[in-house]
């Protein structure tokens, strides 16, 4: 594809391509699209033909007939799938192109996972590519989460990101604007959704899919138990484990936080070990500063409050905490022609 098509300039995009949901920035006019990263397709002769992409594809999750599948291209903050990432890429990118210039190629900034190795990357860039970019620059998420929140990421103070995504949790200390100390933990939204899906196996005989634990997290979902009672509840259907036949259960905000109790504890456990790791000055900064939580982990009832108590750091959740990667990537992406925003990302192609 070209680039400039009759005189024509694509705008140029952002992409905050996440495990549960893709967003895109376009720039000079924002966040324009918000949808879940699931494909549906049909196999058609063996070749896999797109029936819907976002949010059309997720309400067939787990409804499909023998012929069709829903899936998601993404586990884990990489590409599982190259193909369908791809097409799905593609897709969207059309959702936000003006008709007229559906033919013209954008330039794109994306984030990375910091712990994605160089084939991650590479499987990345090329799917953007071949998605229909004309130059790919990446971004890693950490440092796009930081811009996104606000935090002064060039003063020579460091400061702390904490970014629960729905395949990994990014932590990072920055200063001086770069990454000082970061680690990706493959324990974020989808780790918490099995959670609940096998508690309630293991406690209620109870078979829920993963829409179904999803919508529990998001509705009644807790870090901390309540202090008396059992809290907010809400009924659930499913399969009877034992019967095989459809029942309804109540769940309780008591019995979602005893789920999360082990994957909870192995964000807290990792935000503990870049404290041990991290140069004591940096330590002091953070101690000053406090932790920002971002993503959607981070609107976990009471999250913030059971890192705070462990810790004994302030802990802080930043406005608009869903949309932070994306908004700095388009911080990336409206100052990429400026020294500022050529340090914000990796080296392209």
Not at 256 to 264: F, K, R
């Amino acid at each position: 594809m070209l680039g400039n098509f009759f005189g024509l300039v694509a705008p140029d995009l952002a992409i905050d391509l996440g495990t549960a949901n893709t967003l895109i920035y376009v720039k000079g006019k924002g966040v324009v699209l918000d949808e879940p990263s699931v494909v549906a397709y049909v196999n058609e002769h063996g070749r896999k033909e797109v029936y819907a992409v976002g949010a059309e594809a997720k309400t067939m999750l787990g409804k499909t007939h023998r012929s069709m599948e829903v899936f998601r291209p993404l586990r884990d903050g990489v590409i599982a799938d190259f193909d369908v990432a791809e097409e799905m890429i593609k897709q969207f990118i059309k959702k936000v192109m003006p008709r007229s210039l559906t033919l013209i190629s954008p330039q794109i900034v994306i984030c990375v996972p910091t712990g994605a190795t160089p084939v991650e990357r590479r499987t990345i860039l090329e799917s953007a590519q071949a998605g229909g970019a004309r130059r790919v620059h990446l971004i890693e998420e950490p440092m796009a989460a930081a811009v996104g929140a606000g935090l002064q990421i060039d003063d020579p103070a460091g400061c702390m990101v904490v970014d629960i995504g729905g395949g990994t949790t990014e932590i990072a200390v920055l200063s001086l604007g770069g990454v000082v100390w970061s680690r990706s933990l493959r324990e974020a939204g989808d780790k918490m959704d099995e959670a609940i899906i096998q508690y309630l196996r293991r406690t209620e005989n109870l078979l829920i899919g993963e829409s179904t634990a999803e919508r529990i997290k998001k509705e009644i979902g807790t870090a901390k138990a309540p202090d008396e009672g059992v809290g907010m509840s809400m009924p659930i259907k499913g399969r009877d484990n034992l019967s095989g036949v459809p029942k309804e259960i109540t769940v309780t905000e008591a019995m979602v936080a005893e789920a999360l109790t082990e994957q909870i504890g192995k964000i807290v456990d990792a935000v503990r070990q870049a404290f041990e790791q991290m140069p004591p000055e940096l330590a002091a900064d953070i101690y000053d500063r406090g932790i920002m939580l971002t993503g959607g982990g981070a609107l976990l009832r009471n999250l913030d409050q059971v890192l705070q108590e462990r810790i004994s750091i302030r802990v802080s959740v930043a406005e608009e905490p869903l949309l932070c990667v994306v908004k700095g990537c388009g911080v990336a992406l409206e100052k990429l022609n400026t020294p500022e925003g050529r340090r914000l990302v990796t080296p392209d192609v």
